[in-house]
Every structure is written in C-alpha cells, then in structure tokens.
C-alpha cells in the first residue's frame, strides 16, 4: 500500500462514524445517506490523488457532504418551494440559508433582497468581524489557518465571528420576518 493510500485510510477511518452521522441527520432514508457517504469517499479519493492533497481533508468532506445532501433536497423537491421553509443548521454555508434559485420568481426576488441586505449589513461590521466572518464563511479558511496569517489568536477569531454573525442575524431578522409571514 502506497503512502497516499494509507494516508486517504486514515482519513476515511477516522472521519467515517462522524461524516454518517452528520449525514443521517439530514438525511433520514439510510440508503440516500450511505449512497452521499459513499460519494464523499469516491471525492476523496479523487481529490487525494491530485497533484496538491488535500490539507483539512476531513472539514472538505464535510463541505463536499453538505453539498450532495443540497443535491439530493433540490432533486427530490419537485413542487414549488417556499423558500424559507427549511432553516439549515447554524454551520450550514451561506448558499443553504438563501432561497433557491430554481423556486421560482418569488424565490428570485427575495434571494435578490436578501442578497442585498446582507451586503449592507456586513459594511455595518468592524472591520476586523467583517474580515473574519468573509475569511472562514465564504471563504472556507479555517481558524487556525487566519490564526497562523494574522497572528491573532483563534479565539479571538472565532469571538469576532461570532459577534459579526449576532450582527448579521439582528440585522437580516426584518427581512425575513416579511418574506415569510407572505
């Protein structure tokens, strides 16, 4: 066994138990869930074999995670959804919290206004929230990673991203009071 294939195991055993569960969480048919597991692995592997390894190899399976559970929610709703009918988890990535681009005109506008507010909201923050909070929310840098760049320490980090998102949730909880008592 090559390097890079025990190094993709170690991976998959140590991140296997958490991944299924955070996937069974969204995804309650078991077979959908292990078919999105699976999925993640085959990712991995591929990734893996790139020319550039995956550094943070269990937070991108996570990420890739996320992704197939997205897939599979906007493949299986074939009718019309209301778009703030799901609220996806607090670590969910921004994409998940907006509505779909496919649910239709309404669903267009008010990803249009959200987009918008958001953008105002975030020019309200310090600076330095608004650095951290666009680095590791839309930017998937990890703590540690603005840590080591910056020098500030993650603590510090995750305390000023999580005064940004206070900020951001105080801020946005007009806007989607209106658009969903529609």
Same mark, same amino acid.
């Given at each position: 066994m090559?390097?890079?294939?025990?190094?993709?195991?170690?991976?998959?055993?140590?991140?296997?138990?958490?991944?299924?569960?955070?996937?069974?969480?969204?995804?309650?048919?078991?077979?959908?869930?292990?078919?999105?597991?699976?999925?993640v692995?085959?990712?991995?592997?591929?990734?893996?074999?790139?020319?550039?390894?995956?550094?943070?190899?269990?937070?991108?399976?996570f @990420?890739?995670?996320?992704?197939?559970?997205?897939?599979?929610f906007?493949?299986?709703?074939?009718?019309?959804?209301?778009?703030?009918?799901?609220?996806?988890?607090?670590?969910?990535?921004?994409?998940?919290?907006?509505?779909? @681009?496919?649910?239709?005109?309404?669903?267009?506008?008010?990803?249009?206004?959200?987009?918008?507010?958001?953008?105002?909201?975030?020019?309200?923050?310090?600076?330095?929230?608004?650095?951290?909070?666009?680095?590791?929310?839309?930017?998937?840098?990890?703590?540690?990673?603005?840590?080591?760049?910056?020098?500030?320490?993650v603590?510090?980090?995750?305390?000023?991203?999580?005064?940004a998102v206070?900020?951001?949730? @105080? @801020?946005?909880?007009?806007?989607?009071?209106?658009?969903?008592?529609?």
């Open positions: 090559s390097q890079q294939d025990r190094q993709i195991t170690e991976v998959i055993v140590r991140e296997e138990s958490r991944l299924r569960n955070f996937i069974r969480k969204w995804v309650p048919q078991e077979a959908d869930a292990e078919d999105i597991l699976q999925d692995f085959y990712e991995l592997i591929e990734a893996q074999r790139m020319v550039a390894p995956l550094r943070e190899a269990g937070a991108w399976m @990420r890739v995670a996320r992704n197939r559970i997205a897939d599979l906007r493949r299986r709703s074939s009718r019309r959804e209301d778009p703030f009918e799901r609220a996806p988890g607090p670590d969910a990535p921004l994409e998940e919290w907006l509505p779909s @681009r496919e649910a239709g005109p309404e669903a267009a506008y008010a990803r249009v206004v959200l987009l918008e507010q958001l953008d105002a909201a975030m020019e309200e923050l310090p600076e330095n929230q608004r650095a951290v909070f666009i680095a590791h929310e839309l930017e998937g840098i990890s703590f540690k990673e603005l840590s080591a760049a910056t020098g500030v320490a603590n510090t980090l995750i305390s000023r991203k999580h005064y206070l900020h951001l949730r @105080r @801020r946005l909880r007009a806007i989607y009071k209106e658009y969903s008592n529609d």
